[in-house]
């Protein structure tokens, strides 16, 4: 099976990254990542070094500067698709537009409910007996793009925001990868083989849930 190029964009731990990383390594999983980029030094960050050549972190940079950088990065090395995986930035719309649909996010709610930040709060303060992650494209908006896949967790009274995280990551680790795949698949070989510069329609099916 023929690989797309994948880039991960992170700020964190990185343990989505890891998951799809360790996916990207089997053979029905038509993702290499070839690139990661992060926005400051993270223990994501130290772990991409040891197995991605291609790491770079652009921390304290101005948006504008930032994203000239890696976009040059990205197309240098012909990344065919982003995935965004814990990253704290907000990127801009000529970035967006640049690479309209092709860049995928995995946001810890299910949307459109809770976008944005401090989610699990939220969700205990709103008394939610269920919460769960989205993994959208992402668009001009604030996690407003096209949802192609989400996971569903219960919660009870005595979860914290502690107890909810561990919860959602174990089911994200699991849908992301999952999502990508499906999207790949979707788009990439069965609708436009390697691009997604001919599709008009806004992709609406869910491609995967849990």
């Known amino acids: 099976m023929n690989k797309i ?3 991960v964009f ?25 690139v990661v980029i992060s926005d400051r030094k993270c223990d994501g960050y130290e772990f991409s070094k040891s197995i991605i050549n291609k790491t770079y972190m652009f921390e304290n ?12 990065i990205l197309k240098k090395n012909a990344i065919e698709l982003i995935c965004l ?5 907000i990127l801009g719309k000529e970035f967006v537009k640049k690479w309209e649909k092709k860049i995928l996010n995995i946001h810890p709610s299910i949307l459109p409910l809770f976008p944005g930040l401090n989610t ?14 989205t993994v959208h494209v992402v668009d001009k908006g604030i996690d407003t793009g096209t949802i192609i896949a989400q996971s569903a967790i219960a919660i009870d009274n005595l979860d914290d925001e502690k107890s909810i995280e561990e919860k959602i990551k174990k089911s994200e680790h699991y849908l ?8 790949i698949l979707n788009f ?14 806004k992709y609406s099916k869910i491609l995967y849930s849990i």
């Open 61 to 72: 940079y101005k948006k504008c500067h930032f994203e000239k950088e890696v976009h040059n």
């Open 5 to 7: 190029k994948t880039a």
């Open 120 to 133: 699990h709060t939220r969700v205990i303060r709103q008394g939610m007996k269920i919460h769960g992650s």
């Open 176 to 183: 992301y990868s999952k999502a990508i795949r499906n999207y």
């Open 188 to 201: 990439y070989f069965k609708k436009n083989k390697n691009s997604l510069k001919n599709k008009k329609n």
């Open 10 to 34: 992170i700020s964190g731990e990185g343990s989505n990254f890891k998951s799809i990383y360790r996916n990207s390594l089997k053979e029905d999983y038509p993702f290499e990542i070839v």
């Open 85 to 89: 995986a814990g990253f704290m930035k």
